[in-house]
């Protein structure tokens, strides 16, 4: 142990700037070998705290692991052999594989943390910076080692650190890379089943729910999706220029309950014959009878479809409008389900990521109507977005289930608030009051308390476009069909 003490130490100095002291020449190759393992054991504990229950283990993440270790090996020889110092590889190895593991949790874990937390508060310019400083930190980690091997020798120094920086990092940005520990999505999903068949006492119902479930070809949906997902497209309309335009998606996530799919296909309904956004609406559901007629709600097509909107829309001027619906657990996870289909949960950080497009979107609405749904908002707020929880970040909603048409908060916020006014904050508060007297009239003990996170420029930014809509009837909700056409007729209708 002795001996991996130095490099131990050398490695916490490396990772804030600090010259190592120790002597290379007394490190081996298995001291090498035994930095890998201690490096191992880091990565497994980190990611194990970091992943959700349930957890499962991911093998590809200690490859993961083995292949930075040979990239950190390769990049201690390229400054070794710059320097002109032969016989000191294994040494440099040592100390630069113990900063990296203690760099990931000294420096970038706290950095990543108050990036997240500027970003969710507006502070879109301080929050970038701290992101590319997160990942230029290395760069300087092996600056400073350059320097440490050529003390007088400045420029040489520079450009060794630069291309070690070039071999052990920068392949990262296009590597797949995975943690060892994952959240087991199967397992949660699988639970959160078990919980909502216990809850709603569906057991009489549970063989004709699978019957359904299963009664179409899951390989051949999934083929089908490039398909589905161009024709979607093909539906979008050029934007109406010299306005800001509404350009609005739809995602119901669970397909073992009717009350998603109707939402979301009420959505496409409302806005395109009272918010003038007809022909530039998608819709992604997860539902048996639908599988043949619309893309599936998942997180892949999610985010084509979100680059496809941003592609087509003036992403400076236009206003995208978001609604999800479908479960959520108490760890915020939005359940994404099509059984037998494997499919990924979304979490807050991956619908965050999903709306990092390019072009940017700069003005978004985005409605997450899901249990504990407000432990979406920190992820996905800032100046000029406006971010709408069905419920609070510790509490749940009500209404969905096997014996609903539409959620309460679904009802109170599209069937009921936007028919009476055009105003989405006006819409909120007074689904938010609805939703509250019901939940007591239903003598409910936790109120979903929905939640709206908002600032002045996106208020501002919804009333220009107010003042600019032709706004249409009411549309009354309606609950979408339980059998998809394209099965009764042998073709796809007309949409």
Same mark, same amino acid.
């Given at each position: ?251 119901? @996530? ?24 007809? @022909? ?216």
């Amino acid at each position: 142990m002795k001996v991996l003490v130095r490099p131990l130490v050398d490695g916490l100095g490396a990772t804030f700037l600090i010259r190592p002291r120790g002597n290379p020449l007394l490190v081996t190759a298995g001291v090498f070998v035994a930095m890998t393992l201690i490096y191992l054991l880091s990565e497994a504990l980190s990611s194990w705290i970091e992943a959700p229950l349930p957890q499962a283990f991911i093998g590809y993440g200690v490859v993961t692991v083995f292949a930075d270790t040979l990239l950190t090996l390769i990049a201690a020889w390229l400054l070794v052999r710059i320097a002109r110092r032969d016989g000191i590889v294994w040494g440099v190895a040592t100390i630069l594989l113990a900063a990296t593991a203690l760099t990931a949790v000294l420096v970038h874990w706290p950095l990543q943390f108050a990036t997240e937390r500027l970003f969710a508060h507006g502070h879109t310019g301080l929050a970038l910076a701290l992101a590319w400083l997160s990942r230029a930190w290395w760069l300087f980690v092996l600056i400073a080692c350059a320097r440490w091997l050529m003390p007088h020798a400045l420029p040489r120094a520079l450009l060794a650190g630069a291309l070690a920086f070039a071999i052990s990092a920068m392949p990262w940005w296009w590597l797949p890379g995975a943690p060892m520990f994952m959240q087991d999505a199967a397992a949660l999903a699988a639970q959160q089943t078990a919980e909502r068949a216990a809850r709603a006492d569906v057991e009489d119902e549970s063989e004709e729910n699978v019957e359904e479930a299963v009664a179409f070809d899951a390989e051949a949906v999934l083929y089908d999706q490039p398909r589905l997902l161009e024709e979607a497209f093909a539906t979008l309309k050029p934007r109406v220029p010299g306005r800001s335009n509404l350009y609005v998606l739809a995602f119901a @996530g669970d397909g073992s309950e009717n009350v998603f799919r109707n939402e979301a296909e009420y959505v496409e309904r409302l806005f395109a014959g009272r918010f003038g956004a007809r @022909g530039r609406i998608l819709v992604l559901e997860n539902h048996p009878a639908s599988v043949s007629t619309r893309p599936l709600a998942t997180l892949t097509n999610l985010r084509w479809a979100l680059a496809e909107i941003a592609a087509r829309m003036d992403p400076a001027n236009d206003i995208l409008f978001v609604y999800l619906t479908t479960h959520g657990s108490a760890e915020h996870l939005l359940y994404v389900n099509l059984d037998p289909l494997p499919l990924n949960q979304i979490g807050p950080e991956d619908l965050a990521e999903a709306l990092q497009t390019t072009p940017s979107i700069r003005w978004k609405v985005l409605v997450v109507n899901a249990c504990y749904a407000g432990g979406f908002i920190d992820a996905l707020s800032d100046d000029s977005t406006l971010v709408i929880a069905s419920a609070r970040a510790d509490r749940t909603s009500f209404g969905c289930g096997t014996e609903s048409e539409i959620t309460y908060f679904g009802k109170a916020f599209l069937a009921e608030a936007l028919n009476q006014t055009t105003s989405i904050p006006e819409a909120f508060s007074l689904a938010r009051t609805a939703v509250g007297k019901w939940e007591a009239d239903d003598a409910v003990k936790e109120h979903s308390e929905p939640q709206m996170a908002t600032s002045r420029s996106i208020e501002a930014k919804l009333e220009r476009w107010r003042s600019q809509l032709e706004a249409g009837a009411a549309v009354p909700f309606a609950p979408a069909p339980n059998v998809d056409p394209a099965h009764e007729t042998g073709s796809t209708p007309p949409r």
